[in-house]
């Protein structure tokens, strides 16, 4: 094989080795390192892994008003497998530019309409085809979803109650997870949710869900309306209550930096119509957010994504 090849005998991108500027290589070799994250060199599908993962997605096409005059695709050929690891769920960010489909992809995945079903394809759910919304799935949302009528126990306790679970028994569990999200049982649990601030009542929302204990946990952009520092300090909660839990958690968010501490994986999105266009594996977050959120290896990744959002968002 190391004959020489006359350059005109072969066709040009068959050509050897050689006849390719260095750093061009350099640059296109995938998986690549890129601070506290790996750029896989394409994005997992399906067929790639032994299991049928916790979720799949097979070409995946949303059409929202299918057949009338505003018919608009919202996302296309989304392929991508998320794998079910025993006793350890894994943390995915979803990141790209508004409008690209990452809502539509999280509702895809919980089965909630219009977004269900898919007009294309095929979104799997523990190797089952996503029929509709189920208690293996919880969805935390942005803007605050407790019923303003019940006390934050009622609110807590409401799925149980759904299930018929008697009275003694989901308050129990609902003071525990009122502690667990860091609210006072004593002083909280009695409160309505005109009576706490932003950061409270997520974490309302997010006892609501995780008392349900679901398998998978999806998040649109839950600390999108906090301030900065009851976003840090959510985020602490959140990785010590998800390695709790070992619950698949699909996290949506628009800050970069929230999505590379928290992720152990994050797709990144194309422009719409969206497509997953990078898969990152990233370092899991094993010291607290404001620390490892300053180290310059972390910020190396956020830099990465940056730059490739800031162009996808120029290209619009
Ligand atoms: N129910 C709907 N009907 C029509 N268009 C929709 C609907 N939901 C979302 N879209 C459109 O689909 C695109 C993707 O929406 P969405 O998934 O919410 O994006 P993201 O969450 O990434 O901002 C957007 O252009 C949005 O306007
Ligand atoms: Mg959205």
């Known amino acids: 094989m190391s004959d020489p090849v006359p350059q005109d005998a072969v066709p040009q991108d068959d050509g050897p080795q050689d006849a390719v500027p260095q750093d061009a ?6 998986p690549q390192d890129v601070g506290v994250g790996t750029v896989l060199d394409h994005v997992r599908e399906p067929e790639e892994i032994p299991s049928a993962g916790i979720v799949s997605f097979r070409n995946v096409r949303k059409t929202y008003n299918v057949g009338e005059a505003n018919a608009f695709t919202a996302i296309d050929e989304v392929n991508f497998v998320v794998e079910d690891i025993e006793g350890k769920g894994e943390f995915v960010s979803i990141l790209g530019p508004s409008g690209c489909g990452k809502s539509t992809v999280l509702r895809l995945i919980a089965g909630l309409e219009p977004q269900h079903p898919p007009t294309v394809g095929e979104v799997r759910v523990m ?8 208690a293996d799935r919880g969805m935390v949302f ?3 979803t407790s019923f303003d009528h019940r006390t934050v126990l009622d609110n807590v306790a409401f799925g149980l109650e759904c299930r018929g679970v008697p009275r003694e028994e989901r308050e129990e569990s609902a003071r525990h997870w009122i502690g667990r ?4 049982v004593e002083n909280d649990q009695l409160k309505y949710p005109h009576e706490l601030s932003g950061g409270m009542r997520q974490r309302v929302a997010i ?16 600390f999108g309306a906090l301030d900065p520092t009851t976003r840090l300090n959510m985020q602490d909660l959140l990785v010590d209550l998800w390695r709790e839990v070992e619950a698949t958690v699909f996290f949506v968010t628009h800050s970069i930096g929230e999505a590379v501490y928290l992720g152990d994986r994050v797709y990144l999105m194309s422009n719409s119509p969206g497509t997953i266009l990078e898969e990152l594996e990233v370092e899991p977050p094993n010291r607290p957010a404001l620390e490892m ?5 972390f910020q190396e990744t956020v830099f990465y994504i940056r ?4 162009t996808l968002e120029e290209e619009r």
């Open 25 to 30: 290589v350099l640059q296109d070799a995938l």
């Open 307 to 310: 730059d490739k959002i800031a």
């Open 293 to 297: 959120q300053r180290e310059v290896p």
């Open 181 to 184: 999200v860091g609210l006072s």
């Open 127 to 134: 190797g089952r085809t996503v029929e509709r919304p189920g």
């Open 142 to 144: 942005q803007d605050y």
């Open 207 to 222: 006892a609501r869900t995780l008392i349900l204990r679901p398998r998978i946990i999806l998040m649109d952009e839950p």
